[in-house]
């Protein structure tokens, strides 16, 4: 476990659900990434993220798939390639990633309290 932090602290991460519209290979990063363009509803819009997710993902099974993200990070450079936001997963026994997400009907852009 990592250090304490406060509830302020928390109310300072920007956590929103989102749904994957667009999803491709991305051969020029250094560790196997898909590139995603999750779109966040009106208030947001639509956003770009590079995840390392191809052990458990393709991007033909990603389409539509909802998924949360941190909206509220600086953009990173990642190659050709600028990722908006930080798509977030749990590492399963392997190290490999699982997306994040929820089970009931979310509105896009909801965000996490």
């Excluded at 406060?6 to 196997?32: M, N, S, W």
């Excluded at 908006?84 to 909801?110: C, M, Q, W």
Aim: with cysteine; charged share 25%; glycine share 8%.
């Amino acid at each position: 476990m990592t250090d304490p932090i406060t509830y302020a602290d928390f109310e300072k991460v920007d956590i929103r659900l989102g749904t994957i519209v667009e999803a491709e290979p991305f051969p020029q990063a250094r560790k196997p990434a898909i590139k995603l363009v999750i779109d966040f509803g009106p208030e947001i819009g639509r956003k770009k993220s590079s995840a390392q997710i191809t052990v458990h993902y393709s991007p033909e099974t990603l389409l539509g798939r909802r998924v949360m993200a941190v909206v509220n990070f600086p953009p990173r450079q990642i190659g050709p390639f600028m990722s908006e936001v930080l798509t977030l997963g749990f590492a399963d026994a392997e190290g490999a990633i699982v997306l994040a997400g929820v089970e009931l009907p979310v509105p896009d852009g909801a965000r996490l309290c």
